[in-house]
């Protein structure tokens, strides 16, 4: 039984950094493409970084694109996604997801299985 368990969300300010965990149980992560994707009060989720399951090909999304990093440490069968420069927008749910294949995905419906999600709040 796979399960995430997403962490280190919290209330920051403009400008500050962030470094949100998703530990994977039941398998391993490199068996899995990772996503993150957020979703904001009133707004659809939406996509926010990927990486393949050989880590060699991340994707972004424009407005975190330069600011976010999506790191997966198959040692220790967790991703990260290291947020820097965090805006007001950025405020939202934040969850870590994974599905089986090798490629990228941005398609949250693709994705097998959903950390429970944490909040991340930025004050400005």
């Known amino acids: 039984h796979v399960q995430l368990q997403a962490c280190g969300g919290g209330l920051v300010q403009a400008g500050d950094s962030l470094r949100l965990s998703c530990a994977v149980s039941?398998?391993?992560?490199?068996?899995?493409?990772v996503g993150w994707f957020r979703q904001a009060p009133g707004q659809e989720r939406e996509f926010v970084a990927t990486m393949t399951k050989s880590a060699h090909l991340t994707y972004y999304a424009d407005s975190v694109k330069g600011r976010f990093t999506i790191i997966r440490d198959n040692a220790r069968n967790t991703m990260y996604l290291q947020m820097n420069s965090l805006k007001s927008e950025d405020t939202a749910v934040y969850y870590c997801a994974a599905r089986y294949g090798s490629r990228q995905c941005l398609d949250g419906t693709r994705y097998d299985y959903w950390g429970q999600g944490t909040q991340v709040t930025v004050s400005s």
């Open positions: 039941g398998r391993f992560l490199s068996n899995f493409v």
